[in-house]
């Protein structure tokens, strides 16, 4: 058997996967068309799959939308072509799915992990742009695969299908784990609460690119993740003329344009990075009017946990405070969030000795700090703390813009990679 055979076989159904859902990009908690697809192709190859709160604790999602919008998404999914009796299963956000391999021989738990959400955020429509070039740049206003998660899907669907073809093989149970809400850090609390990371021995996650560029390039574990917290805020005041009686109102937008020149004061920490930024802001309601209302939109992050505590802490002070200076209310709630976390490096070696095997595979990096947030930390952090191992890997990706905005895209040629070294890590495992 010559896996590396076996996974050109099926890339140009990789690659038309990854087209597919990057047409259809959807964002968190309303991926109902892509799970959908994801869930049918899992059943066909014979997988056990687990919809619902089966995948999901419910109450542990975070930033979940408004049901009138989950609503729309859902219809809009069977108008697209999912299945409506999967969509009817994962109706209200609840758009994880775990597909399982049960084998009846004793064996390691290993569990791999793929995140399936897009970006609030419109494509790129010039005609020199590659997926509007060839016929597969997203339909969906506000909603683009600007962070490579297409890719990891159709990867996952990949995996699947080989390893349901190495059946015989296998021992123990594996579990793939196809993640909604990762963008905002929202969606792996979820599935961690729900209890597919416990009892697990051995869990990869990775990504395309990021701080990997070149194609053929595997690091083989991540660390430096960056704590973060998003938060939501309401300020409130009071409406009036701007002209006749400016003094009557109480200014919401000038609360929040305040609070944010403040936060951006927040003092640097001693022991490391920390970061702020305020993403959204919307407020008032015409040029004569003093603003009522500004909703904002803004996240924190540090090096460690315990820096964006820090962080998260004077936040939420300076915004409780500077509406009390401006005499409006404010409401906030924290819609997303995840710890740091470090892979495991008694696991570098085993994914060195995969990686060598793959003619595909220029360069092995031991280890590389990310330098961004990723809600999979919750996942390692689990799988760690009960003495399992956990690594999070970055595929390597010539890119033709930066994660997050609206030309980016990818070498398709990673996805051969990626799929290929997540097979024969599960394949090791069972013989380590």
Not at 33 to 51: C, K, P
Not at 212 to 232: H, Q
Not at 315 to 332: F, G, N, P, S
Not at 368 to 381: H, I, P, Q
Request: proline share 3%.
């Amino acid at each position: 058997m010559d896996i590396s055979q076996e996974v050109l076989r099926i890339k140009s159904k990789l690659i038309q996967r990854r087209r597919d859902f990057h047409m259809y990009p959807e964002s968190g908690w309303v991926e109902y068309r892509t799970a959908a697809i994801i869930a049918e192709q899992l059943s066909r190859l014979g997988y056990h799959v687990h919809v619902r709160e089966e995948a999901c604790k419910s109450a542990s999602r975070m930033g979940v939308p408004q049901p009138e919008v989950l609503w729309h998404h859902e219809n809009r999914a069977i108008e697209e072509g999912a299945d409506p009796r999967w969509v009817e299963r994962m109706r209200d956000g609840h758009t994880a799915v775990v597909g399982v391999i049960r084998t009846e021989k004793p064996g390691p738990v290993v569990a791999l992990r793929f995140d399936i959400d897009s970006n609030d955020l419109t494509e790129c429509a010039a005609a020199d742009h590659r997926p509007v070039r060839e016929g597969f740049a997203s339909r969906h206003e506000n909603m683009m695969h600007a962070c490579g998660h297409d890719g990891h899907a159709a990867i996952g669907l990949g995996v699947a299908e080989l390893l349901a073809g190495y059946k015989e093989r296998l021992s123990g149970e594996i579990r793939l784990l196809f993640q909604p809400a990762e963008e905002g850090s929202r969606g792996a609390k979820a599935m961690v609460d729900a209890g597919w990371l416990d009892g697990v021995d051995y869990l990869f996650g990775g990504h395309i690119a990021f701080q990997s560029k070149m194609l053929g390039e595997i690091v083989g574990a991540v660390g430096g993740f960056l704590a973060t917290t998003k938060i939501n805020a309401v300020f409130t005041g009071k409406a009036a003329h701007a002209g006749a009686a400016p003094e009557e109102g109480r200014n919401a937008l000038l609360a929040a344009a305040s609070a944010i020149v403040h936060l951006n004061g927040i003092s640097r920490h001693s022991e490391g990075a920390t970061r702020i930024n305020v993403g959204t802001l919307k407020a008032g309601s015409g040029r004569n009017i003093v603003a009522d209302k500004a909703v904002m939109e803004l996240e924190t992050r540090g090096e460690t946990t315990e820096l964006n505590d820090f962080m998260k802490k004077e936040t939420i002070r300076i915004l409780e405070q500077t509406a009390k200076l401006h005499d409006v209310a404010c409401e906030w709630e924290i819609v997303g969030e995840a710890p740091g976390a470090e892979s495991s490096p008694g696991l570098i070696p085993l994914i060195r000795q995969e990686a060598e095997k793959m003619g595909s595979v220029k360069s092995f990096v031991p280890r590389m700090d990310l330098g961004g947030s990723e809600d999979v930390v919750y996942m390692m952090n689990r799988v760690q703390e009960q003495g399992g191992q956990a690594s999070y890997l970055l595929f390597g990706s010539p890119l033709t813009d930066g994660h997050h905005q609206v030309r980016f895209d990818f070498d398709e040629d990673v996805l051969v990679i990626g799929t290929e070294i997540l097979v024969r890590l599960v394949l090791a495992c069972q013989e380590g």
